[in-house]
């Protein structure tokens, strides 16, 4: 029983509604017992919406744009519908992380997912039509929603040495920080030289970039000074000043022509506040099994395993990552609700595929609102409500560029790294794949490959030094299931498919 010290402030002889529904928020979200607050949580959760809002804007450009193997777009297939897959993307990403708060009591949120949306619009939907592509997305998330009832996916969670899971959690800090750097055109691509340079031609020279400097040293001075809010403001104040530089000085979108222009968004206040698409329109346009009768099933099971190795485990990199950060993950290395995480995740792919937005996935920029203090589900269902609202005011969503959400991401991504220490370097063992799994995940943009990475070494490390014993049954299975992923490409192509 609580003591009455803790409990809230009432009347003596009557009780007060208002306290006792926050007080039963607090207990079904545990607020208190994980040393939050209610106005911590809300700060949390908006912090990460519009950390991860982009994704509106992002997704429909990638999968309303593209063609399937028929010339067809998705949604009436004559033309780009922009609009509707950006509805479509906003109401699942809302629902699913509604649900990840109330079922799995985290503060992660989900959202189409990046990179997977890119391998269904340029792979799968390349070979087929787009229904059946959705329907591939469909099935590939049933099959991991099985794998989470059965025990699989939580059991492979737990048999993850403890070190590798920290390895995992400073390998998603680097990677977090090298896609605000990437995001906001601080560091870019260049066709010749080294791989990556510094703004435009290894120089600082576009007022965008600036924002984005002022952003993040702003930003990382708040946190420093543990300024309640801290992340929230710095998203907040960036967007601001983007405003009024674009008024100023007229940077316009970003281009090939115009590389000093803005990214994703150009901060300019919009006509209209309000536009409204029916995103359930969507749920009619996905084929579940359409696609075996339009290529071979080996290809389908190529293409399934593909998404479903992916999805797997940049859930589960991002479940420790974030986890971690929040502090959830207990000395065992064991997540609370695991298995509600997991299940919630998997059916997020499920209604990816069936509202044709590809499948959706935890979000490592959930670390946003952790660093702002959230820690328990309730800052999932203010982000998920935000992304309902957004499906009526996608226009103000679009006025944010990356480069005032990104500093964010580098701050968070600071923070996610500090946890290396707890690595002991001294152990080859443990730190020859540690090492691989917290560089390859930023080099090669990737959570899984970093994961991938970290667990083949490993196995091969162990068994080398005559320690095969000590590898747990799941490690050896999971890490054969990596050398398949890795070898899928040589395989495709000696199969011709």
């Not at 940049?314 to 995480?341: F, N, S, Y």
């Not at 020859?432 to 970290?454: D, E, H, K």
Request: proline share 5%; hydrophobic share 55%.
């Amino acid at each position: 029983m609580r003591s009455p010290a803790l409990l809230p402030e009432r009347d003596c002889c009557h009780s007060s509604p208002v306290s006792d529904r926050t007080t039963a928020i607090d207990r079904f979200f545990a607020i208190s017992a994980r040393g939050s607050t209610v106005s911590r949580e809300i700060r949390g959760g908006l912090a990460t919406f519009f950390t991860m809002a982009y994704i509106v804007v992002l997704n429909p450009i990638i999968i309303a744009n593209g063609q399937d193997v028929e010339k067809q777009f998705i949604g009436d297939g004559s033309a780009p519908n922009v609009a509707l897959v950006a509805a479509g993307t906003a109401f699942v990403a809302g629902v699913m992380t509604i649900l990840m708060g109330v079922v799995g009591r985290v503060p992660f949120a989900m959202a189409a997912g990046l990179g997977l949306n890119t391998f269904v619009t340029f792979n799968i939907a390349g070979v087929m039509s787009w229904e059946e592509a959705m329907g591939l997305v469909f099935l590939e998330g049933v099959i991991i929603a099985v794998l989470v009832l059965t025990g699989f996916r939580v059991a492979v969670f737990n048999a993850i040495p403890a070190q590798l899971k920290t390895a995992i959690s400073v390998g998603i800090g680097l990677f977090i920080a090298l896609i605000g750097f990437v995001d906001a055109g601080f560091v870019r691509r260049v066709a010749v030289g080294p791989p990556l340079e510094m703004g435009i031609g290894g120089a600082l020279t576009s007022w965008p970039i600036l924002v984005f400097v002022v952003g993040l040293l702003a930003t990382a001075a708040l946190v420093a000074r543990k300024v309640k809010g801290a992340i929230l403001i710095g998203i907040v104040g960036t967007t601001v000043l983007a405003v009024i530089v674009e008024a100023l000085a007229k940077a316009g979108q970003a281009s090939a022509e115009n590389p000093g222009g803005w990214q994703l968004n150009v901060p300019t206040m919009p006509k209209t506040l309000f536009d409204f698409h029916n995103p359930l329109t969507l749920f009619t346009e996905f084929d579940p099994f359409g696609a075996f009768s339009r290529v071979s099933v080996l290809l389908v099971a190529l293409l399934v395993f593909t998404l479903l190795i992916t999805d797997f485990f940049d859930t589960m990199g991002t479940m420790v990552g974030v986890g971690r950060q929040a502090g959830l993950v207990g000395e065992d290395g064991v997540l609370p609700r695991t298995r509600e995480i997991l299940l919630v995740d998997s059916l997020g792919a499920a209604a990816g595929g069936a509202g044709s937005v590809s499948s959706n996935t935890t979000y490592i920029e959930s670390a946003a609102g952790v660093g702002e203090g959230a820690r328990t589900g309730l800052a999932s269902v203010v982000t998920g409500l935000l992304f309902l609202v957004a499906i009526f005011f996608a226009p103000l969503v679009a006025v944010v560029p990356y480069e005032a959400a990104t500093p964010a991401l580098v701050v968070v991504g600071f923070l996610m790294m500090t946890s290396v220490r707890e690595i002991d370097f001294s152990d080859y063992e443990l730190a020859i794949p540690a090492f691989l799994t917290i560089v390859v995940m930023p080099f090669t943009y990737s959570i899984s490959n970093g994961v991938g990475a970290g667990f083949v070494s490993y196995v091969l490390i162990k068994v080398v030094r005559g320690k095969a014993r000590e590898i747990h049954p799941l490690m050896w299975v999971v890490s054969a299931m990596f050398l398949l992923y890795f070898a899928l490409g040589p395989i495709r192509a000696l199969l011709g498919v």
